[in-house]
């Protein structure tokens, strides 16, 4: 612990846990109902008024509590990914569970089965995130090191990429490939607690294992023979991290679809304020993934609000500028 606080700032947590709550009441409060804060509140926390019950509790809480999710999932993925890659490029999409999730919900959407059950969808995502895993540890073996791992995740997302294009290529039925377009651009409208409940589990347990592989990260910075030596065994690290960001991306994109540059971005934001230390980026990631994807759920309902504009499109415009300027300040820096 020691550490810890020595290279994290003591106000970083607290921080971002004020941001967090900050959004997400802004996030109860924005939508097409225009609920004051007072009915709000009554609405949540008295159960009156039946119409802004049904619009708090049914609508926009399910769908806060999931941006929350959401984002702490992705955040942590990244930071997991690039502390065992030692590569500030990784993401989570690396090793090609978001696409074999994906995937299953194309699949899904394709044949009927999410019009007739309400669980089809995101359960046929989280079987393609399963498959993936089992595909990757299959490919890279139980000893594999990180970059047979990145090329059978290359490997695993190429192929669930060309499958995906496939099932809208041969689609017969143009509203059903607009709808798998659309599930693709990822959002949160729309979702119940059904979701919260089907993703909060998982996700959950995809973050505790990759909080407990804090202490091996922290030994892999000096490198997999320095990290061995130092009692960390790799077969097991490398199985946790694998299944953490499984379940956590698997069960993120199972209920939300496509969402990128949280887990890329995010983990680059913080790295300066935290330090050098994988571990404590963990965490922090998980807190300002949350953050970034509340705030950017928050512009969907505020740009263009009777557009449906999505959620994976507005991420990816304040991804990606943000991601081009950290480029260009590291190629200033290393000259």
Not at 90 to 100: D, H, K, T, W
Not at 220 to 230: I, K, P, Q, R, V
Not at 257 to 274: D, E, K, N, Q, T
Not at 289 to 308: E, F, K, N, T
């Amino acid at each position: 612990m020691s550490g810890l606080r020595a290279t994290t700032p003591r106000w970083l947590a607290p921080g971002l846990g004020a941001l967090i709550a900050a959004l997400f009441v802004a996030s109860l409060l924005v939508g097409p109902a225009g609920l004051g804060l007072t009915e709000t509140a009554r609405a949540l926390l008295l159960g009156q008024g039946e119409a802004a019950v049904l619009v708090m509790r049914e609508i926009r809480l399910p769908r806060a509590l999931l941006a929350v999710l959401v984002g702490a999932a992705l955040g942590m993925a990244g930071a997991a990914m690039q502390g065992y890659l030692r590569n500030p490029l990784a993401e989570p999409g690396l090793i090609g569970v978001s696409g074999a999730a994906a995937l299953g919900a194309v699949v899904s959407l394709q044949t009927g089965l999410a019009a007739a059950h309400a669980l089809a969808l995101p359960g046929a995502a989280l079987a393609g995130a399963l498959g993936a895993v089992a595909l990757i540890l299959a490919l890279a073996g139980p000893r594999g090191g990180s970059l047979t791992l990145i090329l059978a995740g290359i490997a695993v997302s190429a192929l669930a990429g060309a499958l995906t294009a496939l099932v809208l290529n041969l689609s017969p039925n143009p509203f059903a490939a607009t709808e798998i377009v659309f599930w693709t651009m990822g959002s949160l409208a729309d979702r119940s607690f059904t979701h919260v409940w089907l993703a909060a589990p998982l996700i959950g347990l995809g973050c505790a294992l990759m909080l407990s592989l804090g202490r091996g990260l922290d030994a892999l910075t000096l490198g997999e023979d320095a990290a061995a030596a130092l009692g960390v065994e790799m077969t097991r690290l490398r199985l946790g991290l694998i299944l953490g960001v499984a379940l956590a991306v698997g069960a993120a994109t199972a209920v939300a679809g496509a969402i990128g540059f949280v887990g890329l971005v995010v983990p680059h934001l913080l790295r300066r304020i935290v330090g050098a230390r994988p571990a404590p980026l963990l965490w922090a990631s998980a807190m300002g993934g949350a953050v970034l994807v509340l705030a950017a759920d928050i512009a969907v309902r505020l740009i263009l609000p009777q557009s449906d504009l999505k959620l994976g499109v507005v991420m990816a415009l304040i991804g990606a500028p943000i991601f081009l300027h950290l480029i260009y300040r590291m190629r200033g820096e290393m000259r």
